[in-house]
């Protein structure tokens, strides 16, 4: 593939797309929504192909799910397209805008930022969702998907540009960067194209956004692994606590936002702790292990533990944890557990080990769940809720992009707004500085 050929129309069809005004935008994006769905087989056939490939290669089931596409999957990707359709469009919102003593009247507008380039890995609804949230905000994309995929991307595409043709849009907005063997070459050239893309976005895990991190060229908006803590609290429900647990652990394990490591108030440990053994014994169909979910301990958690279960029936998936636990992203059945004394020292080991993605306290204490959340250094910080909520269509976006987990331009779900930035417009009368 000729990258330069591919980035220049990328940038001709930016230019014609910051001129289009949104009643035609939001009409080429629902000609998209319905392109998916009249090639619905055809996406779900490709689909298939990549997840086999990817169980014969044996890749564990909770990366699959990443993978994998289902009718009703596919059902939620068009409606999102739809739902930003409906949005309104952010691009020539003026942000602010005011007149100097001279007459000159200034106006800070939205403007789109030209040609944006996204890698990841996986995940095929990203193909959807980052295209849809480009178009409604201008933007040109180049996508590079990971070859596990990459049936999957090569048929989205194809319906992606067939749909923007039918419906007046710009089908040279988008553009599909194929892998090719084992090669990154198109990899090093995306993060070297200086003057060609404007920005790159790293979607996947922390080596993928590490590489980009430490070598791209072009400005990057860094999309962070999720090492998401939970704290339960001495003041927690206890009954509140393991629902929420539950529900951040096993709902969906191979994404950024699932739990990794739960911290335990030393109060509630005795309490807490052998009732989630019982919870996450139930998911042993699942991880194909023996005891369900893994639960990787603390000296301390291992001991109470032992405690609550005689030697002999001690469920096989409690081991004591190693110093690598603490910050690690399993993508998997398996949470560190670690035991502490207080709030201050739940505090000091999430800004430690954490990867500024999500963050929980569980508490009825009014005032620990303030502090944990003035305290915590994250993008996203939740009292008595599901780490599994960071996600720009439970957030009401529509769609994201990615999670920031960077102070700068943007933190958090990127929604639409995320991929503008901002221009200022000057009208004047004659006026000269003097």
Not at 95 to 104: A, D, K, M, Q, R
Not at 337 to 345: A, C, G, M, P, T
Not at 388 to 414: C, N, W, Y
Not at 423 to 428: A, R
Request: glycine content about 8%; overall charge negative.
């Amino acid at each position: 593939m000729d990258l330069d050929s591919v980035c220049a129309s990328l940038r001709n069809a930016s230019i014609k797309l910051a001129a289009a005004d949104a009643e035609r935008k939001n009409a080429a994006l629902l000609g998209v929504a319905a392109a998916l769905d009249a090639r619905r087989a055809e996406i779900l056939e490709a689909n298939g192909r990549d997840v086999a490939a990817a169980r014969a290669a044996g890749t564990k089931e909770s990366l699959i799910a990443r993978l994998e596409i289902t009718d009703a999957s596919l059902d939620a990707i068009i409606d999102s397209v739809k739902s930003l359709a409906a949005q309104k469009d952010p691009v020539g919102q003026v942000v602010s805008g005011w007149t100097l003593p001279n007459g000159l009247e200034i106006r800070c507008v939205r403007v789109p930022i030209g040609v944006v380039a996204v890698i990841y890995e996986s995940r095929p609804n990203v193909t959807v969702d980052v295209f849809a949230l480009a178009y409604k905000s201008s933007n040109a994309v180049l996508l590079r998907g990971s070859s596990s995929a990459l049936e999957s991307n090569r048929a989205i595409v194809s319906a992606i540009k067939e749909g923007l043709g039918e419906s007046g849009g710009e089908p040279g907005a988008i553009a599909l960067s194929e892998p090719e063997g084992a090669s990154h070459g198109d990899v090093d050239w995306i993060l070297n194209a200086t003057g060609k893309i404007d920005v790159v976005l790293p979607r996947g895990g922390a080596g993928l956004i590490r590489r980009v991190v430490d070598s791209a060229r072009i400005p990057v908006i860094e999309t962070g692994a999720g090492v998401c803590h939970t704290y339960i609290d001495a003041a927690a429900d206890s009954g509140k606590a393991l629902r929420i647990i539950e529900n951040a652990k096993t709902q969906k394990p191979g994404v950024c936002n699932a739990l990794e490591c739960l911290l335990v108030n030393a109060d509630v440990a005795a309490e807490i702790l052998p009732a989630l053994v019982r919870i996450f014994a139930g998911y042993e169909g699942k991880t194909g292990r023996a005891g369900g979910v893994e639960m990787r301990c603390c000296p301390r958690a291992l001991s109470v533990l032992k405690n609550a279960f005689p030697r002999e029936n001690l469920p096989c998936n409690i081991v004591p944890a190693s110093d690598s636990d603490w910050g690690f992203e399993f993508l998997d059945y398996i949470l560190a557990v670690k035991i502490v004394n207080s709030l201050d020292e739940a505090v000091s080991h999430i800004n430690k080990y954490g990867t500024k993605h999500s963050e929980a306290v569980i508490t009825e204490n009014r005032s620990v769940a303030r502090r944990f959340q003035k305290e915590i250094d994250a993008s996203c910080v939740y009292v008595n809720a599901s780490t599994r909520f960071t996600d720009g269509g439970q957030f009401g976006m529509g769609a994201e992009i990615g999670i920031s987990t960077q102070k700068l331009h943007v933190r958090g779900p990127m929604g639409v707004e995320a991929l503008t930035t901002t221009k200022y417009l000057i009208d004047g009368d004659g006026q000269i500085r003097i």
